[in-house]
Structure formats: C-alpha cells, structure tokens
C-alpha cells in the first residue's frame, strides 16, 4: 500500500553540487509529475510525464532534468545546484484515462537546502 | 493564462465554527476543479473535487460548488476540529496530460 515514494526525505546540498531525487509509484499510472512548494506559491509544476521514455516541461524547469526510463519511476536531476532550488519538493501520479479528471496522488515531498 | 487565487491566510477558528475558504479561477475551456488538503509534514491529499458546472464535491464534512458564473470553487464546512488544522489548496486541471494549476494555499488553524 505505499502508493508514491519519494527518496531521500532531507537533503542538504552546498552550491554546485549534483543530485537525484527519485520518486516510485506503485500503481501503474502513466502520468507522473515533479512540482516545488515555496512559501506563499503554492506548488509549481518542474517537468511531467505521460508515460515510459517521456517528458515535457512544465512551468519552472529551469535548473532541473528528469528521466523516465521505467513507468514506475521518475528522477529529477539537479546538474549544478544553486541557493533559489532549496525548497520541498514533491512528486505525484495519476491514471491517464479521462486525464482532466484524475487527482493526483502526491509523495510526503523531499525537503532541500542548498547552502 | 488559467490561475487560481485563494483568499489569503493564515485562517484561525475556534472548534465547531463554519469554514468558508474562497477560491476563484481564470480558464479557457472547462476545467475540472480540486481541493487537496495538506497536513503537517506530508504530501497532499485529494479532499475533494468536481468536473462540471453545478456539481458539489463532497468529503468529510467539506463541500464545495463548482460555479462556472462566477468562476468560482469555494470550500465550506459545517463545524470545524481541531483535527482540520492543515493547508488547504484549490487547483484546476485544464488539459490532457492532467496537470494541476495550483493557488496559492490557505492555512487553516483550528483551536479547541
């Protein structure tokens, strides 16, 4: 029953470095997304996916890369980090059939400060 | 360009007073519209939702009517707890692909 897993939970990065944050999903939805919470915006959308092998840009992708090699999983990457990326970031999935009318069911986030 | 704008928190209320949070919205089309519920420390969960003019979504209590007159979405509970202290987002989905434009989120404290 885990639904959306995201990986690690923390993570303190100092500017310039890399790193990966996973999310899986275990209910076999096609779509699946990465958004960032800053305080007072609400949640942003980074990149989405619709499935297997794609991705798409979504609002704030700037800064940020995503791979989706298997539909369960999808890893956003941090090439080069900088201080306006510490933030809480959460992933979600969704079935695909009538897509405008699916919620999304959202990971506990992955909480990041870049020093 | 679609938005959603929610009435500003924090929102503080004792237990047992009525909840109304506004949310309004700008779209092209005819989105399906969402209240998801975040609790400390967790991710966000669906409380409730609506995909048509008139329809009233409805969970644990909370309703919302979706107005396509005055483009509006806002969520209402009878009697609050304690327990319903967390934050509240309103958020449309206008396309396939099924993204989320999301407000800007309410806070909700409730006091005993």
């Known amino acids: 029953n885990a639904g959306v897993t995201q990986t690690p939970k923390f993570r303190v990065l100092k500017t310039g470095q890399s790193m990966t944050l996973l999310c899986a999903q275990d209910m076999n939805h096609e779509y699946m997304y990465w958004y960032r919470q800053d305080p007072g915006m609400g949640l942003r959308l980074i990149h989405y996916s619709v499935g297997e092998g794609t991705t798409a840009k979504g609002e704030v992708p700037d800064g940020y890369n995503v791979s989706r090699l298997k539909k369960q999983n999808f890893l956003l990457g941090l090439e080069s980090a900088a201080p306006s990326q510490t933030s809480v970031y959460f992933c979600?999935?969704?079935?695909?059939?009538?897509?405008?009318?699916?919620?999304?069911?959202f990971g506990d986030g992955t909480r990041l400060s870049i020093l | 360009g679609n938005s959603v704008t929610q009435m500003e928190g924090p929102v503080t209320l004792s237990e047992e007073a009525f909840l109304t949070i506004n949310c309004t919205y700008t779209a092209t089309g005819y989105p399906s519209l969402f209240w998801y519920v975040q609790y400390p420390g967790e991710g966000l969960q669906l409380l409730l939702k609506a995909t048509k003019a008139d329809d009233k979504g409805s969970n644990k209590g909370f309703e919302a009517t979706y107005r396509k007159e005055t483009t509006s979405f806002h969520l209402e509970k009878g009697s609050v707890q304690v327990s319903d202290s967390a934050v509240y987002f309103c958020a449309l989905s206008y396309n396939q692909g099924g993204k989320l434009i999301f407000g800007q989120g309410t806070e909700l404290s409730v006091k005993p």
């Open positions: 979600a999935s969704s079935y695909s059939g009538g897509s405008r009318n699916q919620p999304q069911h």
